[in-house]
């Protein structure tokens, strides 16, 4: 009997061994399934949050292409400006070189004038000089004859009184005077001209057959020309100069404001130039050419020429 009951006992410790150990297996599978739970649990979180920084990063990269893109377009729209720009600046360095050359040789011409009239001067200064000792010459004879004059006056009072009349010299019929262009055909021929200075100018020059004509103020600039461009300096200089010149006549012959002059050279050209006031500013009518061009003619250019700037 207690045979029995010790295999009895021993077959309850082998249960209740084998129970402990199936509560303790279930407890270690309990425990792996909860583990296994949360690292589901965990890698479920890790894909939502790389599915968010996925999208974040898409996100960006679209910005920074949009922005790219918009960097882009600016960017052409820049290269289109600048290659406009780089256009216009060769246009205008290509006009700005072609007026540097057209000033260029203005100034050479207009040197060239200078030295001319520097030249012109020097032998009027040399003829001005000249003159002055032919009127120093003049002075002298005067004075002889003021003398002789005195001296024949008093051997007139010395003589008797009654002298015998001498005969009247007979004088020859004066020639009618040569007969001038008519007033109204020259104005007739400045209608075309209207306002323009330099076509007044050009109609002097055309019909007086004169290869330069120019209106210059006191200073010798010009204020309108017409004709041969390389003269143009040399003339508006002319009034100038020969008023200085008449200024040196001061104390050696009575010679007030110079109103008209002409000036003839050895090759038959003559230079001819008036004097006139306009708007309260003195200006100079000056010409050149192979003859002296009519006084009428001039003086109608000089009116309308007041008449414009006035």
């Known amino acids: ?29 309990d425990e792996l399934d909860e583990a296994v739970s949360e690292a589901k649990d965990e890698l479920n979180f890790a894909q939502r949050q790389a599915k968010n920084d996925l999208a974040e990063e898409q996100d960006k990269a679209s910005q920074a292409e949009a ?12 290269r289109s400006k600048l290659t406009s720009d780089l256009q216009d600046l060769r246009s205008k360095m290509q006009t700005a070189e072609d007026v540097w050359v057209g000033s260029s040789e203005e100034i050479a011409a207009r040197e060239k004038s200078l030295q001319s009239a520097e030249k012109k001067m020097e032998g009027m200064e040399s003829e001005l000089a000249s003159a002055q000792q032919a009127v120093t010459a003049v002075q002298q004879q005067l004075q002889q004859a003021e003398d002789q004059n005195a001296s024949l006056t008093a051997q007139l009072k010395a003589a008797p009184a009654a002298a015998p009349a001498a005969a009247a010299p007979t004088s020859a019929p004066a020639s009618a005077p040569a007969e001038g262009p008519d007033p109204e055909a020259v104005a007739q021929m400045f209608e075309g001209a209207g306002d323009n200075l330099n076509e007044i100018l050009g109609v002097v020059a055309s019909d007086q057959e004169q290869q330069t004509v120019v209106v210059s103020d006191a200073n010798g600039i010009v204020v309108a020309a017409s004709g041969d461009k390389e003269h143009k300096d040399g003339m508006a200089a002319t009034t100038q100069l020969v008023e200085d010149l008449t200024r040196q006549l001061d104390g050696l012959v009575p010679f007030s404001k110079l109103t008209f002059y002409c000036l003839g050279d050895s090759d038959a050209k003559v230079i001819t130039g008036k004097s006139f006031d306009c708007a309260g500013e003195a200006l100079g009518l000056a010409t050149y050419g192979d003859k002296q061009p009519q006084d009428l003619v001039l003086e109608e250019a000089m009116k309308r020429v007041k008449g414009v700037l006035d």
């Open 1 to 29: 009997m207690e045979q029995i009951f010790t295999v009895l006992l021993a077959i309850a410790a082998l249960a209740i061994g084998y129970y402990i150990g199936y509560l303790m297996q279930r407890k270690r599978v």
């Open 67 to 78: 922005k790219l893109q918009t960097r882009a377009a600016e960017w052409q729209k820049g």
